[in-house]
């Protein structure tokens, strides 16, 4: 049974860093592309960042590229999401996904039905 809990949200202040955490279980880093997606309520959902897992190459959204670093760690099964240099527009719902298939820019454009796993949500919120 595949899982991925998400965590590490909270309230920070402009220029601050967050270290969002997803710890999965039911499947290994080598056998799924994963990454982060986050959504704003009402508005559409963006793909943060994907980790490949045929070779570890590691793709991001140009919002957050200079500012946000994806890493696994294989021994605590874990996937994290560095952020830092925050800013109030990165304030969003941010949810770690897996997908056997998509990966690279294709995991980022990819809407929520074509991925196939999702943990739930971890709030992130930037104070201006």
């Given amino acids: 049974d ?4 998400a965590s590490g949200g909270g309230l920070v ?7 969002l955490s997803c710890v999965v279980s039911g499947f290994s880093f080598d056998e799924y592309n994963v ?25 991001y959204a140009d919002s957050v590229k200079g500012r946000f670093t994806s890493t696994i760690d294989n021994a605590k099964r874990t996937l994290y999401l560095q ?38 949500g971890t709030q ?3 104070s201006s």
């Fill in 2 to 5: 595949v899982q991925l809990q």
């Fill in 13 to 19: 202040q402009a220029g601050g860093s967050l270290r």
């Fill in 35 to 59: 990454g982060w997606f986050r959504q704003v309520p009402g508005k559409g959902l963006e793909g943060v960042s994907c980790i490949a897992y045929t070779d570890n190459s590691t793709a």
């Fill in 83 to 120: 952020m830092d240099n925050l800013k109030p527009e990165d304030t969003a719902v941010y949810y770690c996904a897996a997908d056997g298939f998509h990966r690279g820019n294709r995991f980022l454009t990819s809407r929520r039905l074509q991925i196939r796993y999702w943990g739930q």
């Fill in 124 to 126: 992130v919120t930037v």
